[in-house]
């Protein structure tokens, strides 16, 4: 069975739209309007998905951030969000991805199903590799929201290198994330033939 990666561009741009939109507007120093246009463009990525795949724990989460950033900036007029937002953001998909791990649910599943066939959805080895791809993130994550913290609670650090490795930080680890679910899935499904040529290939 031929392997599609777990986050090719076609899943990139239909899954993580409003994430990208946002990361772009918010760079320009509008962190309430990024939030609007997350919002706005949410439900146009669901309508687009909504024949190929179902909602997923994520959805969820980015609408929750969405509307209380939008709310924050735009009606309480608070700056805590435009100093924490990254913060809270890793953080928020810290807590989901380790979450879905304590409830057996590791969320890269969402995704990877709609690479393979449904009876293989239930599978030992579509299982093991997306604990471990759901582990990757979350340390990812974890990894992440330290940086931000520093960073929002050392804003005035004197060592420019410091600052700069902090703000690269989250740059580097999702590339290498995207990267590592597009590579080990297929390299688990090559062990798993060698080790039993004449099975399934049953991973991700």
């Not at 120093?29 to 706005?40: E, F, K, P, T």
């Not at 951030?65 to 309480?76: D, E, P, Q, R, V």
């Not at 890269?108 to 599978?123: H, K, P, Q």
Request: proline letters at 5%; hydrophobic letters at 50%.
């Amino acid at each position: 069975m031929k392997i599609t990666p777990t986050f090719t561009a076609r899943t990139i741009l239909s899954n993580f739209g409003p994430w990208i939109v946002y990361g772009l507007v918010s760079a320009a120093g509008y962190q309430g309007w990024a939030c609007v246009c997350g919002l706005i463009i949410l439900p146009c990525q669901l309508a687009f998905r909504r024949k190929v795949s179902l909602p997923k724990i994520m959805d969820g989460i980015s609408l929750l951030f969405f509307l209380g950033g939008a709310f924050s900036i735009l009606a309480l007029h608070s700056s805590l969000f435009p100093r924490s937002g990254s913060a809270l953001l890793w953080s928020a998909l810290c807590v989901t991805a380790w979450g879905s791990l304590l409830v057996n649910s590791p969320f890269t599943a969402d995704y990877a199903r709609e690479s393979v066939s449904e009876n293989l959805w239930i599978s030992s080895g579509f299982r093991r590799v997306n604990i471990i791809v759901t582990v990757v993130w979350g340390t990812i994550f974890v990894l992440n929201a330290l940086a931000a913290t520093i960073l929002m609670l050392h804003h005035h650090w004197q060592s420019e290198l410091a600052r700069t490795w902090l703000n690269v930080l989250p740059y580097v680890s999702t590339i290498f994330g995207i990267v590592f679910s597009n590579r080990f899935p297929q390299w688990a499904s090559q062990q798993r033939a060698k080790n039993n040529p004449l099975g399934p290939d049953i991973t991700s």
